[in-house]
């Protein structure tokens, strides 16, 4: 091959060159950023729990209380003992546990939800101490204070330093949090510490009424693992907990999804590949154009004694050059793409047992929904197929098309000139 | 001198049409040799089967002793390369390549090395008046520059034999009788053979031999 004949056609039959490069380029950029989108709408579902640092929350389904006085577990939750949670942080692939009590507080004046936090750990709500807007975050040893939820601090008119009640004892705030970003994972109006959660819990008649509940329970466990032994761990979480256990995993939110997520996987991977065609065939019909335009040139190409291979060589190497500069203009594409589809935002429900909010409240039935931004990458694996697949296809359009052009007669192109 | 061209009993028929019948000729080393015939006499199929370009429905055509009738296509092209330059009426140069890059064409191929590759284009530029236009594309060089073009790179990889087909048929009688001079001055520096195909009495008036075809006969 000649690399300066392979240039000069390029850049001096600019019209066809630019037709071949396009129909790569948008076809290669089609598959790369649909496959990348329905990769970010994947990790968009995965956000929620990914905020919190865990990528499985454990339950145990509760019952309904006999009465909605003072502190209650919510009907998603009941207890889990020590010996449970022992289990549980033993079990292969578990990485960090959180234990957390979440609970309802119905008073006289008013409802709230609160969740009971070990401060110290880098797993589960511990982390919301990112979203600190005034004052501190709850510390470990603290005991009588609370931090609260920007937008229910708001609701309520409450600062740092203003008192609250929860089961009746007062509680003074120290800070205030912006939770929205992990949604309604692990969200509650107060956080307390995880001693004062399961006093309350311990000690409120309507969570005694209905369950065996000790001082070191707890009743939403937050677990780390490695993203490709979730599964499995889960399983086994799952076990230890019985039948009503309630496993909340990045599948879970793909779940609620569901039909959503099978459209944009599939329609992603087929319009993707349909993209790929298409290019192959833009690219075919381009070279084959231009092989036809250029049937002079390459019956004098045999004439003054290029070899078939010779002719092929050349050809080929004008047709995968064409594909490479396309395929790195369809990379180019789909950067700009994907780095527009960055502004965009996508709403994944949120399971219900996740729902902070009593279903039986105003708002509570509906559903429950975090809007997190789209995190469109290209990943470096479908850049690699896409390349791959488009080299792949250019080497097949380049060889059949200069297989044929090399079968060009000199004498009859001449002839029927 | 001896033989360096020959052709036996060579036929060659397009369906039912015969285009050349039973031609014999010869041409020994520096010798020209001109094919005088109208259109239709079957003078440039004759010259492509000289070249190898068609194959022979019968006969042989013997290039230095060698039968070339029998040989593949990539044979006959590798051969051309060695021993064979051809002129065409309708020049045939690559629109997109500049004159040196054009009469370096045939050697493209070659395991040679770029720089080589030019010096041995720019002499044969050199050689036939045209150094000067080597940065010029085809569509920016006169028809007379054109066809000097492609006798350079009939030239350049130093051919025994010159195959031209009507090569002042495209050109103005001034600019004709310019390319014959170049042809006559290339043959007796060089001692090229050279076979033209032609209808015009004059060009072939200036060959060493002439021969007349007439419904694919030499007559």
Avoid at chain 1, 260 to 280: C, E, P, S, Y
Avoid at chain 2, 154 to 165: E, Q
């Amino acid at each position: 091959m000649n690399p300066a004949y392979v240039l000069a056609e390029l850049t001096r039959r600019p019209a066809r060159t630019m037709a071949g490069l396009l129909s790569v380029a948008v076809g290669v950029a089609l598959f790369i950023t649909l496959l990348a989108y329905a990769n970010a709408y994947r990790q968009a579902a995965r956000f929620p729990l990914t905020e919190i640092g865990a990528n499985i929350v454990a339950q145990r389904q509760g019952t309904v209380p006999k009465a909605f006085q003072g502190v209650v577990l919510p009907h998603s939750t009941a207890p889990i003992h020590r010996h449970e949670i022992e289990t549980i942080q033993t079990l292969p692939g578990v990485q960090a546990l959180a234990e957390a009590i979440f609970f309802w507080d119905f008073e006289h004046d008013g409802f709230l939800v609160g969740l009971g936090l070990d401060p110290s750990t880098a797993v589960g709500p511990g982390r919301l101490r990112a979203g600190l807007r005034a004052g501190r975050f709850l510390e470990a040893g603290d005991r009588g204070v609370a931090v609260a939820d920007a937008s229910y601090a708001a609701q309520k008119h409450l600062g740092v330093g203003d008192a609250v009640t929860i089961a009746g004892e007062p509680i003074r705030l120290v800070g205030i949090v912006d939770t929205s970003r992990a949604g309604p994972v692990a969200n509650a109006n107060l956080y307390v510490s995880l001693t004062d959660a399961r006093a309350f819990a311990s000690a409120a008649p309507n969570v005694r009424a209905v369950f065996d509940v000790r001082p070191d329970d707890a009743d939403i466990l937050f677990v780390r693992t490695d993203p490709s032994h979730a599964p499995s761990v889960s399983e086994q979480i799952r076990q230890v907990l019985g039948s009503k256990a309630i496993m909340t995993t990045p599948r879970s939110f793909e779940e609620v999804l569901g039909a959503t997520f099978d459209l944009i996987d599939r329609f992603g991977l087929l319009v993707g590949l349909a993209g790929v065609m298409i290019a192959m065939a833009g690219l075919l019909r381009a070279v084959a154009a231009g092989l036809w335009e250029r049937r002079r040139d390459i019956g004098l190409m045999r004439a003054v004694g290029w070899r078939r291979r010779d002719v092929v060589t050349q050809l080929a190497g004008e047709t995968l050059v064409l594909t490479g500069l396309g395929e790195l203009a369809g990379l180019a594409l789909a950067g700009v793409v994907t780095w527009g589809l960055r502004f965009s935002q996508v709403t994944i429900p949120v399971p219900w047992e996740l729902t902070p909010t009593p279903h039986f409240l105003p708002g509570g039935a509906m559903q429950a929904a975090v809007t997190v931004p789209l995190q469109v990458r290209i990943s470096p694996n479908v850049a690699v197929t896409s390349l791959a697949v488009g080299l792949l296809g250019g080497i097949l359009v380049s060889l059949w098309v200069a297989r044929r052009a090399a079968n060009i007669k000199s004498a009859e192109v001449w002839r029927s000139e | 001198m001896s033989e360096l061209l020959k052709a036996e009993g060579v036929s060659k028929s397009f369906a039912r049409v015969v285009a050349v019948r039973e031609v014999d000729l010869h041409l020994e080393e520096g010798e020209s040799l001109a094919i005088v015939g109208r259109s239709g006499s079957g003078k440039s199929t004759l010259l492509n089967l000289l070249a190898g370009l068609d194959s022979v429905d019968a006969g042989h055509i013997f290039y230095g002793g060698q039968d070339i009738t029998g040989m593949s296509e990539d044979d006959l092209a590798l051969w051309r390369r060695q021993h064979i330059g051809l002129v065409f009426q309708a020049f045939h140069l690559i629109p997109t390549l500049s004159a040196l890059e054009n009469a370096a064409f045939p050697l493209y191929p070659d395991r040679m090395r770029a720089v080589d590759r030019r010096r041995v284009a720019l002499e044969r530029l050199t050689q036939v008046g045209l150094a000067q236009r080597a940065s010029h594309r085809p569509a920016h060089l006169s028809g007379g520059e054109q066809q000097r073009v492609a006798i350079a790179r009939a030239l350049v990889h130093r051919p025994s034999l010159i195959l031209a087909d009507e090569p002042t048929g495209n050109l103005d009688t001034q600019t004709g009788e310019e390319i014959l001079a170049l042809f006559r001055r290339l043959r007796d520096e060089n001692g090229i053979a050279l076979v033209v195909i032609t209808h015009d009495e004059k060009v072939a008036a200036a060959a060493d031999r002439i021969i007349r075809m007439a419904d694919g006969r030499i007559i």
